[in-house]
């Protein structure tokens, strides 16, 4: 159990409750991180796959790690801190321990994303220490469906080929810039190109194209274990846009991630109105609450 004698010792320089610490993980530490993730297999996809990929709980070539809050030898918390800062069944009072030990890395990130709680609880920490956000997005419900939709699904959609990505990459980078405010090309275009390919190349994009090119409606599987699969980068063409197209275009996207894993997520701004109204139809039903903090 998580020691709660002393929950912040302020004459501890580290700031951790106490009998607890904080460490980046190593491969001995891979079966510990899964058992914790496994806990939640819809909120914690984004870890799984990526142990599901890579098969280890140690740092990645390109430096991104996951810290570790240790109570003894138990691993009761951790925390994906890469691009973005993901927390993995973080209880909200151990939440500022481990955005400072983030911080204090050096690295700056492009987001936090997770369960809301923890999610708001980080952010307070980096703001204290002077890391401030773009937007703050603290109401997004976690969705999911099981089994097939409630919608017709429109057989137009199907799976990338790489020969589209030219085509593909644009629609996508016009999604990034719609939902977050700026391109994503900000810095050059590498990066999230090579984003975008991955996907494709994985057959974790799904895209509608007409006959002459064009790109109208598109999705990405941005996270997928064997269990579940999450839902991102949703975009109708704004030409096709009003013309009530959205549902069938999410139950295929239900229909063709159902190949993959048995289960459906994806999380949805709490005032995206529309969005939310097209989920309920196809048939997801809300299992918990996200949150974003855009940096």
Not at 103 to 132: C, H, K, N, W
Not at 214 to 230: D, I, N, S, Y
């Amino acid at each position: 159990m998580l020691s709660r004698v002393a929950p912040w010792l302020a004459s501890r320089k580290d700031g951790y409750p106490a009998g607890t610490s904080v460490r980046v993980l190593g491969g001995a530490d891979t079966a510990k991180l899964q058992e914790l993730a496994r806990q939640d297999v819809v909120a914690n996809v984004f870890i799984l796959a990526h142990l599901e990929s890579t098969g280890t709980a140690a740092p990645t070539s390109g430096g991104a790690n996951v810290l570790g809050v240790f109570d003894g030898e138990d691993l009761v918390g951790a925390c994906w801190a890469g691009a973005n800062l993901v927390p993995i069944q973080l209880d909200p009072d151990l939440a500022g321990s481990v955005a400072a030990a983030a911080y204090g890395s050096g690295r700056r990130y492009a987001s936090i994303f997770g369960p809301a709680e923890t999610v708001l609880a980080m952010y307070e920490r980096l703001e204290d220490l002077g890391q401030l956000a773009h937007d703050v997005r603290a109401v997004q419900p976690l969705l999911t469906l099981t089994g097939p939709p409630t919608v017709q699904p429109d057989d137009h959609l199907g799976f990338s080929r790489f020969d589209d990505f030219d085509r593909i990459l644009p629609a996508c980078a016009a999604m990034f810039e719609e939902e977050v405010g700026y391109s994503p090309f900000l810095g050059g275009r590498e990066f999230y190109s090579r984003r975008v390919e991955g996907l494709i190349r994985q057959g974790h994009s799904l895209v509608h194209l007409t006959s002459e090119g064009e790109v109208v409606f598109k999705a990405e599987l941005g996270a997928v274990t064997p269990e579940v699969t999450q839902v991102q980068g949703v975009w109708m063409n704004p030409s096709y846009r009003g013309r009530g197209l959205s549902a069938a275009y999410m139950a295929a996207v239900v229909t063709h991630a159902q190949q993959l894993a048995p289960v459906t997520s994806l999380y949805v701004n709490d005032y995206n109105s529309r969005a939310r109204a097209t989920y309920e139809r196809v048939g997801f039903h809300q299992v918990g609450t996200f949150a974003t903090v855009l940096f």
